[in-house]
């Protein structure tokens, strides 16, 4: 069984920016895959960004790339999400999940999720 609890949401204004974190418990990460969704209100859960917890390898969705880096740190078994330029179209509920697949195909755990609002 896999914990994830993230942290680090918030309100903010747009053009700012926001770390998220989440931290990782209860096996081993050597094959594993850790990322962030997102859901805003009335719309469907869609990724954000993922990276392999061995190599490192990322991937985004379009809207995000060169605003949003996702990193991790293997020693806290915490994963990052560093958002810059932050815009109102950001506002959603961020969930971290674990799994594999490329762009988190499959999500097996997921954390209880952060809210981000970003006021214009």
């Known amino acids: 069984q896999v914990q994830l609890v993230e942290s680090g949401g918030g309100l903010v204004q747009a053009g700012d920016s926001l770390r998220l974190s989440c931290a990782a418990s209860g096996r081993t990460f050597s094959s594993v895959r850790m990322g962030w969704f997102r859901q805003a209100p009335g719309k469907e859960r869609e990724f954000v960004a993922d990276?392999?917890?061995?190599?490192?390898?990322?991937y985004y969705r379009d809207s995000v790339k060169g605003r949003f880096t996702i990193s991790k740190d293997n020693a806290k078994i915490t994963v990052y999400l560093q958002m810059n330029n932050l815009k109102p179209e950001d506002t959603a509920i961020y969930y971290c999940a674990a799994g594999s697949g490329i762009r988190l195909s499959r999500a097996d755990y997921w954390g209880q999720g952060t809210q981000v609002t970003i006021s214009s």
């Open positions: 990276i392999s917890w061995n190599g490192g390898t990322t």
